[in-house]
């Protein structure tokens, strides 16, 4: 198929939430020009297409399809699978928010649809493109931390903390099966496994419910969640993910220990990294002389300029349009790793049902990352 240019592309939005305006600015930012914006409605597309600025509002899905190259789908978690299948159906490129589908089996569907389809599918697990992540990713490969030994993660947040606080993804028909985990927890892990350069392959998980209702609604779904893991090298480790937890706003960390060192990623304090040794611990600063090539690279302002979640967000985008484009950006996350988060979410989801350790070593998810 033809490959647009990125100043060529067309973008469509399928949502009208805050996610949609991040994607409506991130697009923009790599230099597309965003046509188009379909809501749940008619009425709900023309307003969506006011609050982001754009001039077309369409009726139909296929009326947004007609007047694109790639689609962003936005809309509530429930509804990814069939947005994103029809899109690959019209040979489209898409970015898809995560969850890519509600389960596994869905998702898997979808990554092979893509592969089928030659084209560019991308999850936007994002916190991969803090270039301070990607210098801690190379202090684990490159052998500064050794052996890898410990693994500890947590992504905490407060917004759901009181009994009246309550959101579309409390309801399980829209948000699916997960609530905490899906949203939050799948980036954790993706961070992880990216990081750590190996996979996870055995969890042990409980779930935790602050409030049997929010709203008037009887609450099925986690607000906080905490795991215990197992690395293919045979580190271990535990994971925590909250939004009840108070004064926690956005608080993701991963650290990562080693029979050499130890390596401490914060994004609430993303322009550094912490270095742990025996004879001493030091803080490595995001500038540009001691970072390896691929962190340089997404550093886009100068050491002592700070960055943050939105310049994370637009290198995404703008490395999804360089694949588009015909490019090879490294570290892209792709529909195959929008699986893995949802094998690792339904194991978390399965693990706390059945009170036991779940097996996620399994290659069902290594087919499509070979073909992708």
């Not at 409605?41 to 023309?46: L, T």
């Amino acid at each position: 198929m033809n490959h647009p240019s990125t100043a060529q592309l067309k973008a469509g939005i399928i949502g009208g939430g805050f996610m949609a305006r991040i994607h409506t600015q991130a697009s923009r930012a790599a230099g597309a020009d965003v046509v188009s914006a379909l809501s749940s409605r008619p009425e709900r597309s023309v307003r969506a297409a006011t609050d982001l600025g754009i001039h077309h509002a369409a009726a139909t899905l296929e009326e947004l399809l007609d007047r694109v190259d790639v689609v962003h789908v936005c809309s509530p978690n429930a509804t990814h699978a069939g947005f994103v299948r029809a899109v690959l159906e019209a040979g489209k490129h898409v970015v898809c928010e995560k969850p890519l589908a509600i389960a596994p089996e869905e998702a898997s569907g979808l990554a092979e649809l893509a592969a089928r389809a030659g084209v560019t599918a991308t999850v936007p697990f994002i916190y991969r493109f803090h270039p301070m992540a990607r210098q801690a990713r190379h202090q684990a490969a490159g052998g500064g931390i050794g052996r890898l030994l410990t693994v500890r993660g947590n992504y905490l947040q407060d917004w759901m903390l009181l009994e009246d606080d309550t959101d579309w993804r409390v309801d399980p028909t829209a948000g699916g099966p997960s609530r905490a985990f899906a949203d939050i927890g799948s980036h954790l892990v993706d961070l992880l496994e990216f990081v750590a350069g190996e996979r996870i392959v055995r969890v042990n998980a409980r779930l935790g419910i602050a409030h049997p209702t929010r709203g008037g609604q009887s609450v099925e779904t986690e607000d906080a969640a905490v795991c215990l893991v197992e690395m293919e090298g045979g580190a271990i480790g535990s994971l925590m993910v909250s939004q009840v937890n108070a004064g926690r706003k956005n608080s993701l960390s991963l650290e990562l220990g080693g029979t050499a060192g130890s390596v401490l990623f914060d994004q609430e304090h993303p322009d550094e990294l912490w270095l742990g040794g025996r004879a001493g611990s030091t803080v490595l600063a995001r500038d540009a002389p001691s970072l390896v090539e691929d962190a340089v690279r997404l550093s886009v302002v100068p050491a002592g300029h700070p960055m943050g979640y939105l310049d994370a967000f637009n290198a995404f985008v703008a490395d999804t349009y360089d694949r588009i484009g015909g490019g090879a950006p490294a570290g892209l996350p792709t529909f195959a790793d929008g699986l893995r988060a949802s094998i690792l979410t339904a194991a978390v989801l399965e693990s706390s049902r059945s009170n036991s350790w779940v097996d996620v070593s399994s290659a069902s998810d290594r087919t499509v990352q070979h073909i992708l």
